[in-house]
């Protein structure tokens, strides 16, 4: 391990200091199953590790039927998927955090954590896009609010200012007629790295499709809204014609990679395969 | 920069301890480097093969991705901490009888693991108990008697 200090946040603030004073190569330490990797393998540059665990707002898991949910940035991962509230409202989140590692990677790993990682593959990224996930971010100038979607700027990267630090991500309550799920394609079932996601939200009402959102995982540099794919479900009855005229614009959009785990090509088609398949998903998922 | 001693104070299978770690270190080379407790083991050290598990206040964790400044506070169990006095637990019996192991290595992550899915469910299905040990691996004995070996435990 490369030579690394570590510090305990003792409130928002006092985090925000911390990784002010630390500089470029301070990082926020949620369940550490990257970062403590990361660093090891220096991959990051790390000097100082500011654990936010002891801070009751980055570890909120709250739910209000008129607010929606609210995630601490640390919340860890079994936490998340174990609450019944979750489970019912949102379990497009579970389809995706279940699957993160395995049992021991769950009891520490967070959303915030995926997100701050923001690896184009992140499990629970298109699922919390599609969800309308919004990041509340705390920094020297004050806190603001970031939808997931606009959060990634590149592999690894994102728009964290320095000093600046995800506090908790919230999620709209759930209303009539919307459904969402995600589904990943891996080799084996658990433990393993996407080879590509997708995730799906649809709002039907009157038997037609007024609202939808698409994300895609793993076939970009960055998680991918789909815009063009939501489109082509919007103000229409949900169809085999248009799931699939979604599925060729979520292909479309996709600019995959060629690397161990799979070819542009054929990410390119689970671009496809994927987003019909949680379309569906959601559609089913309506109560 | 090299980072100051540190003194960590915790609780490991029931007794206080303070270890004097470096902030660099991880738990499980506090474990097995600062107060010699061997039993978790290092295999890929990234957390992809679950030989260094251990419980962590009540919870599952891979030590090598936990910092041992993490657990100031915290209470941890180790496999040293499975067996009583002088008897062995019943996982440790059943890998036994069932021939669960080879070589031994990924052992104690499994019997951690195996522990921690029967403290939360104690009647699992044997999909549960494969999907909960995905994040052990063992390149000897294959899986088939180990999961035999936890499910066996759970019928009692």
Redesign the interface.
């Known amino acids: 391990?490369?030579?690394?200090?570590?510090a305990?946040a003792t409130d928002v603030d006092d985090a925000v200091r911390l990784l002010i004073e630390g500089g470029e190569n301070a990082r926020v330490?949620a369940?550490?199953?990257d970062l403590?990797?990361q660093a090891?393998?220096r991959k990051r540059n790390v000097?100082l590790?500011v654990?936010v665990?002891h801070v009751e707002e980055f570890m909120v898991l709250e739910f209000d039927t008129n607010t929606g949910l609210k995630v601490g940035a640390a919340t860890?991962l079994?936490q998340v998927y174990g609450d019944n509230n979750v489970k019912i409202n949102y379990p497009a989140i579970v389809d995706a955090s279940t699957v993160i590692?395995?049992?021991?990677?769950q009891?520490?790993a967070s959303l915030g954590g995926n997100l701050g990682n923001s690896s184009p593959a992140g499990d629970s990224l298109p699922a919390m896009i599609v969800l309308g996930g919004v990041a509340t971010l705390a920094g020297p100038n004050g806190r603001r609010e970031v939808p997931v979607g606009e959060f990634f700027t590149g592999p690894g990267r994102n728009i964290l200012e320095t000093g600046e630090l995800i506090v908790y991500i919230s999620f709209p309550p759930v209303g009539a007629g919307e459904g969402a799920a995600w589904e990943r394609f891996i080799p084996r079932?658990?433990?393993d790295i996407a080879v590509a996601s997708a995730g799906a939200w649809v709002k039907i009402e009157g038997g037609s499709v007024t609202d939808a959102r698409i994300a895609l995982g793993a076939v970009a540099a960055t998680p991918l809204v789909a815009n063009d794919a939501a489109e082509a479900l919007i103000g229409r009855p949900l169809t085999d014609e248009s799931i699939s005229a979604a599925g060729d614009a979520a292909s479309e959009i996709a600019s995959p990679i060629t690397d161990m785990r799979g070819s542009i090509k054929q990410r390119k088609h689970l671009a496809k395969v994927l987003t019909e398949r949680t379309i569906r998903m959601a559609a089913d998922r309506i109560r | 920069m090299i980072p100051e001693p540190k003194v960590v104070n915790t609780i490991i299978n029931g007794d206080s301890k303070q270890i004097l770690v470096s902030e660099r270190d991880s738990l499980l080379e506090a474990l097995r480097d600062r107060i010699g407790m061997t039993g978790a083991k290092e295999g890929c050290n990234n957390g992809n093969c679950g030989a260094c598990a251990v419980i962590m206040d009540g919870r599952l964790v891979n030590s090598c991705c936990v910092m041992a400044a993490e657990v100031e506070g915290a209470e941890i169990m180790t496999v040293e901490g499975l067996a009583s006095r002088d008897e062995l637990h019943p996982l440790q019996t059943e890998f036994l009888d069932n021939a669960a192991l080879q070589c031994g290595i990924c052992t104690p992550g499994f019997l951690m693991s195996s522990y921690a899915l029967l403290q939360e469910n104690p009647d699992p299905t044997e999909e549960e108990a494969r999907f909960w040990l995905a994040g052990n691996l063992c390149r000897c004995t294959g899986y088939d008697k180990i999961i035999d070996s936890v499910l066996t435990v759970a019928k009692g």
């Open positions: 391990m490369q030579a690394v200090n570590y305990r330490l369940g550490g199953t403590i990797v090891r393998e000097d590790l654990d665990k860890p079994y590692g395995g049992k021991a990677i009891g520490r079932n658990e433990m």
